[in-house]
Protein backbone atom coordinates (compact mmCIF):
# COMPACT_ATOMS: atom_id res chain seq x y z
CA UNK A 1 0.00 0.00 0.00
CA UNK A 2 1.29 3.56 -0.76
CA UNK A 3 0.83 7.00 0.46
CA UNK A 4 0.14 7.96 3.88
CA UNK A 5 -1.83 4.88 5.69
CA UNK A 6 -1.07 6.58 9.27
CA UNK A 7 -4.90 7.17 9.53
CA UNK A 8 -5.50 3.59 9.12
CA UNK A 9 -2.77 1.81 11.03
CA UNK A 10 -3.56 3.84 14.14
CA UNK A 11 -7.31 3.53 13.59
CA UNK A 12 -9.17 2.84 16.85
CA UNK A 13 -6.30 4.57 19.05
CA UNK A 14 -8.40 7.72 21.42
CA UNK A 15 -11.68 6.22 20.44
CA UNK A 16 -11.69 6.83 16.84
CA UNK A 17 -14.01 9.99 17.35
CA UNK A 18 -16.04 10.63 14.23
CA UNK A 19 -14.97 14.46 14.01
CA UNK A 20 -11.23 14.00 13.15
CA UNK A 21 -8.27 14.79 10.79
CA UNK A 22 -8.63 13.37 7.22
CA UNK A 23 -5.45 12.04 5.06
CA UNK A 24 -5.02 15.60 4.05
CA UNK A 25 -4.95 16.99 7.73
CA UNK A 26 -2.31 13.93 8.96
CA UNK A 27 0.31 15.42 5.34
CA UNK A 28 -0.01 18.45 6.50
CA UNK A 29 1.21 17.29 10.39
CA UNK A 30 3.71 15.43 8.68
CA UNK A 31 4.99 18.21 5.99
CA UNK A 32 5.24 20.63 9.47
CA UNK A 33 6.78 18.01 11.40
CA UNK A 34 9.41 18.21 8.80
CA UNK A 35 10.17 22.41 8.43
CA UNK A 36 10.32 22.13 12.37
CA UNK A 37 13.09 19.01 12.40
CA UNK A 38 14.74 20.71 9.43
CA UNK A 39 14.45 24.04 11.30
CA UNK A 40 16.41 22.02 14.16
CA UNK A 41 19.04 20.56 12.45
CA UNK A 42 20.06 24.59 11.19
CA UNK A 43 19.60 26.33 14.44
CA UNK A 44 22.01 23.29 15.48
CA UNK A 45 24.21 23.94 13.01
CA UNK A 46 24.41 27.72 13.06
CA UNK A 47 25.91 26.75 17.02
CA UNK A 48 28.58 25.51 16.08
CA UNK A 49 29.73 28.44 14.17
CA UNK A 50 29.84 30.22 17.74
CA UNK A 51 31.76 29.97 20.76
CA UNK A 52 30.81 27.23 22.85
CA UNK A 53 29.71 30.43 25.72
CA UNK A 54 27.60 32.03 22.93
CA UNK A 55 24.90 28.76 22.14
CA UNK A 56 22.58 28.80 24.35
CA UNK A 57 19.87 30.79 22.30
CA UNK A 58 20.79 28.34 19.67
CA UNK A 59 20.40 25.78 21.93
CA UNK A 60 16.80 27.16 23.49
CA UNK A 61 15.72 27.78 20.07
CA UNK A 62 16.41 23.99 18.55
CA UNK A 63 15.22 22.65 21.49
CA UNK A 64 11.84 24.68 20.39
CA UNK A 65 11.83 23.45 16.90
CA UNK A 66 12.57 19.78 18.26
CA UNK A 67 9.98 19.57 20.84
CA UNK A 68 7.39 20.82 18.13
CA UNK A 69 8.80 18.48 15.30
CA UNK A 70 7.97 15.28 17.79
CA UNK A 71 4.56 16.57 18.85
CA UNK A 72 3.65 17.13 14.60
CA UNK A 73 4.69 13.64 14.15
CA UNK A 74 2.68 12.14 16.40
CA UNK A 75 -0.33 14.26 15.41
CA UNK A 76 0.37 12.93 12.22
CA UNK A 77 0.39 9.97 13.00
CA UNK A 78 -3.25 10.13 14.83
CA UNK A 79 -1.69 9.73 18.22
CA UNK A 80 -1.91 11.62 21.15
CA UNK A 81 -5.46 12.39 20.84
CA UNK A 82 -8.92 11.73 22.73
CA UNK A 83 -12.56 12.03 21.60
CA UNK A 84 -14.21 14.28 23.85
CA UNK A 85 -18.05 15.45 23.08
CA UNK A 86 -18.58 18.57 21.62
CA UNK A 87 -20.65 20.86 23.39
CA UNK A 88 -22.18 22.80 20.08
CA UNK A 89 -23.60 21.06 17.35
CA UNK A 90 -23.16 22.52 13.71
CA UNK A 91 -24.73 21.90 10.41
CA UNK A 92 -21.38 21.61 9.08
CA UNK A 93 -21.32 18.12 8.48
CA UNK A 94 -17.12 18.14 8.95
CA UNK A 95 -17.72 18.95 12.31
CA UNK A 96 -21.13 16.42 13.41
CA UNK A 97 -23.93 17.73 11.39
CA UNK A 98 -27.06 17.78 13.11
CA UNK A 99 -26.19 14.60 15.53
CA UNK A 100 -22.74 15.96 17.04
CA UNK A 101 -20.61 14.07 18.35
CA UNK A 102 -16.90 13.36 19.66
CA UNK A 103 -14.13 15.56 18.40
CA UNK A 104 -10.80 14.59 18.19
CA UNK A 105 -8.44 16.46 21.30
CA UNK A 106 -5.06 16.54 20.41
CA UNK A 107 -3.72 16.58 23.91
CA UNK A 108 0.06 15.85 22.95
CA UNK A 109 -0.18 19.72 20.65
CA UNK A 110 -0.73 21.11 25.05
CA UNK A 111 2.11 18.83 25.52
CA UNK A 112 4.03 20.62 23.02
CA UNK A 113 3.34 24.10 24.43
CA UNK A 114 4.02 23.00 27.60
CA UNK A 115 7.35 22.64 26.92
CA UNK A 116 8.20 24.95 24.16
CA UNK A 117 6.22 28.13 25.18
CA UNK A 118 8.35 28.58 28.45
CA UNK A 119 11.25 28.32 26.27
CA UNK A 120 10.51 30.89 23.85
CA UNK A 121 9.62 33.08 26.37
CA UNK A 122 13.00 32.46 27.63
CA UNK A 123 14.82 33.31 24.38
CA UNK A 124 12.90 36.82 24.49
CA UNK A 125 12.72 37.50 28.26
CA UNK A 126 16.80 36.36 28.63
CA UNK A 127 17.63 39.10 25.30
CA UNK A 128 15.86 41.89 27.64
CA UNK A 129 17.88 41.05 30.44
CA UNK A 130 15.20 40.46 32.72
CA UNK A 131 15.92 39.22 36.22
CA UNK A 132 15.38 35.97 37.36
CA UNK A 133 11.79 36.38 39.82
CA UNK A 134 10.38 38.44 36.55
CA UNK A 135 11.10 35.72 33.84
CA UNK A 136 9.82 32.44 36.44
CA UNK A 137 6.77 34.65 36.94
CA UNK A 138 6.05 34.87 33.36
CA UNK A 139 7.03 31.52 33.07
CA UNK A 140 4.66 30.56 35.63
CA UNK A 141 1.52 32.49 34.29
CA UNK A 142 2.53 31.45 30.61
CA UNK A 143 2.27 27.51 32.78
CA UNK A 144 -1.41 28.11 33.87
CA UNK A 145 -2.15 29.52 30.05
CA UNK A 146 -1.68 26.06 28.70
CA UNK A 147 -3.13 24.02 31.68
CA UNK A 148 -6.14 25.73 31.54
CA UNK A 149 -6.38 25.57 27.87
CA UNK A 150 -5.87 22.05 27.98
CA UNK A 151 -8.15 21.40 31.08
CA UNK A 152 -11.11 23.43 28.85
CA UNK A 153 -10.35 21.51 25.49
CA UNK A 154 -10.98 17.93 27.54
CA UNK A 155 -14.22 19.52 29.18
CA UNK A 156 -17.11 18.73 26.88
CA UNK A 157 -19.71 21.31 28.90
CA UNK A 158 -19.91 24.60 29.38
CA UNK A 159 -17.72 24.48 32.23
CA UNK A 160 -14.63 24.78 29.73
CA UNK A 161 -15.22 28.56 29.19
CA UNK A 162 -14.34 29.03 32.56
CA UNK A 163 -11.13 27.10 31.72
CA UNK A 164 -10.47 29.81 28.48
CA UNK A 165 -11.20 32.32 30.97
CA UNK A 166 -8.37 31.67 33.97
CA UNK A 167 -6.10 30.88 30.23
CA UNK A 168 -7.29 34.12 29.29
CA UNK A 169 -5.92 36.42 32.19
CA UNK A 170 -2.65 34.92 32.50
CA UNK A 171 -2.29 34.99 29.08
CA UNK A 172 -2.81 38.90 29.76
CA UNK A 173 -0.03 38.93 32.22
CA UNK A 174 2.59 37.88 29.94
CA UNK A 175 1.39 40.10 27.12
CA UNK A 176 1.89 42.45 30.00
CA UNK A 177 5.40 41.69 30.60
CA UNK A 178 6.66 41.11 26.83
CA UNK A 179 5.04 44.95 25.90
CA UNK A 180 5.93 46.79 28.83
CA UNK A 181 8.56 45.67 31.23
CA UNK A 182 10.83 43.62 29.15
CA UNK A 183 10.82 46.22 26.36
CA UNK A 184 12.09 48.38 28.41
CA UNK A 185 14.75 46.47 30.06
CA UNK A 186 15.74 45.55 25.97
CA UNK A 187 15.70 49.37 25.08
CA UNK A 188 18.20 50.37 28.00
CA UNK A 189 20.52 47.81 26.49
CA UNK A 190 21.78 48.79 23.26
CA UNK A 191 20.13 49.21 20.14
CA UNK A 192 21.41 45.97 18.83
CA UNK A 193 19.72 44.04 21.67
CA UNK A 194 16.64 46.43 21.83
CA UNK A 195 16.05 45.83 17.57
CA UNK A 196 16.43 42.06 17.99
CA UNK A 197 13.87 42.04 21.09
CA UNK A 198 11.40 44.28 19.43
CA UNK A 199 11.38 42.88 16.03
CA UNK A 200 11.20 39.36 17.93
CA UNK A 201 8.57 40.76 21.05
CA UNK A 202 6.07 42.02 18.44
CA UNK A 203 6.14 39.02 16.15
CA UNK A 204 5.47 36.63 19.16
CA UNK A 205 2.56 38.86 20.68
CA UNK A 206 0.64 39.10 17.27
CA UNK A 207 0.57 35.66 16.87
CA UNK A 208 0.24 34.40 20.35
CA UNK A 209 -3.03 36.56 20.23
CA UNK A 210 -4.50 34.00 17.34
CA UNK A 211 -4.03 31.49 19.21
CA UNK A 212 -7.21 32.05 22.10
CA UNK A 213 -9.04 32.58 18.67
CA UNK A 214 -8.41 29.30 17.19
CA UNK A 215 -9.17 27.59 20.15
CA UNK A 216 -12.13 29.24 20.23
CA UNK A 217 -13.22 28.19 16.88
CA UNK A 218 -11.92 24.32 17.40
CA UNK A 219 -11.42 22.81 20.44
CA UNK A 220 -14.10 25.14 22.50
CA UNK A 221 -16.87 26.08 19.45
CA UNK A 222 -16.34 23.18 17.49
CA UNK A 223 -16.92 25.77 14.21
CA UNK A 224 -14.29 24.58 12.22
CA UNK A 225 -13.28 21.22 10.83
CA UNK A 226 -10.03 19.26 12.25
CA UNK A 227 -8.31 19.64 8.89
CA UNK A 228 -8.61 23.60 9.28
CA UNK A 229 -7.83 23.21 12.66
CA UNK A 230 -4.78 21.70 11.47
CA UNK A 231 -3.83 23.99 9.45
CA UNK A 232 -4.75 27.30 11.63
CA UNK A 233 -2.33 26.13 14.43
CA UNK A 234 0.29 24.39 11.97
CA UNK A 235 0.77 28.29 10.31
CA UNK A 236 0.66 29.91 13.98
CA UNK A 237 3.16 27.75 15.27
CA UNK A 238 5.51 27.68 11.96
CA UNK A 239 5.54 31.42 12.22
CA UNK A 240 6.00 31.32 16.12
CA UNK A 241 8.84 28.85 15.96
CA UNK A 242 10.85 28.57 13.07
CA UNK A 243 10.65 31.91 11.61
CA UNK A 244 10.73 33.36 15.14
CA UNK A 245 14.17 31.45 15.98
CA UNK A 246 15.41 32.69 12.52
CA UNK A 247 14.65 36.35 13.18
CA UNK A 248 16.11 35.64 17.04
CA UNK A 249 19.46 34.31 16.17
CA UNK A 250 19.78 36.66 13.22
CA UNK A 251 19.75 39.75 15.68
CA UNK A 252 21.69 37.68 18.45
CA UNK A 253 25.35 37.31 15.71
CA UNK A 254 26.36 40.59 17.29
CA UNK A 255 25.24 40.42 20.69
CA UNK A 256 27.29 39.00 23.44
CA UNK A 257 25.41 37.02 26.14
CA UNK A 258 27.42 39.36 28.43
CA UNK A 259 25.67 42.55 27.33
CA UNK A 260 22.43 40.87 28.69
CA UNK A 261 24.04 40.06 32.21
CA UNK A 262 24.77 36.03 30.91
CA UNK A 263 28.37 35.86 32.20
CA UNK A 264 28.90 31.66 30.91
CA UNK A 265 32.40 30.55 31.26
CA UNK A 266 34.09 27.43 29.45
CA UNK A 267 36.13 24.74 30.90
CA UNK A 268 39.27 25.68 28.75
CA UNK A 269 39.01 29.56 29.88
CA UNK A 270 41.63 31.14 33.34
CA UNK A 271 41.88 27.90 35.62
CA UNK A 272 40.04 30.03 38.28
CA UNK A 273 37.50 30.51 36.05
CA UNK A 274 34.96 27.69 38.42
CA UNK A 275 36.87 27.62 41.67
CA UNK A 276 35.58 28.72 44.67
CA UNK A 277 36.54 32.18 45.59
CA UNK A 278 36.56 34.32 48.52
CA UNK A 279 34.64 37.50 48.06
CA UNK A 280 35.52 41.08 50.36
CA UNK A 281 32.51 39.77 52.13
CA UNK A 282 33.60 36.61 53.30
CA UNK A 283 31.27 34.74 51.12
CA UNK A 284 32.39 32.31 48.31
CA UNK A 285 31.35 32.57 45.00
CA UNK A 286 31.42 30.22 42.47
CA UNK A 287 33.30 32.28 39.79
CA UNK A 288 30.93 33.55 37.53
CA UNK A 289 30.39 37.11 37.38
CA UNK A 290 27.34 39.36 36.97
CA UNK A 291 24.84 40.09 39.76
CA UNK A 292 23.15 37.25 41.58
CA UNK A 293 19.94 36.47 39.13
CA UNK A 294 22.96 36.11 36.55
CA UNK A 295 21.22 39.16 34.36
CA UNK A 296 21.10 42.44 34.03
CA UNK A 297 17.99 43.90 36.26
CA UNK A 298 16.97 47.60 36.53
CA UNK A 299 14.49 48.70 38.97
CA UNK A 300 11.59 48.65 36.71
CA UNK A 301 10.45 45.16 37.50
CA UNK A 302 7.63 42.86 38.66
Not at 18 to 45: E, H, K
Not at 232 to 254: E, M, Q, S, T
Request: net charge negative; with cysteine.
Amino acid sequence: MSGNQALNVNAGIGGSPPIAITVRGSDWYFTVCAVMFAATLIFMGLSFTKPRTHRLFHYITAAITLTAAIAYFSMGSNLGQTGIPVEFIRNNPKVGGSVGGDREIFYVRYIDWFVTTPLLLLDLLLTAGLPWPTILITILMDEFMIVTGLVGALVSSDYKWGYYVFGCVSFLFVIYILTFVARKHANALGSDVSRTYNICGVLTIFIWFLYPIAWGLAEGGNVIAPDSEAVFYGILDLIAKPVFGALLLWGHRNIDPAQLGLHIHDYDEMPNAYGVREKSNGHHTNGLTGDANGTTTTTNTV
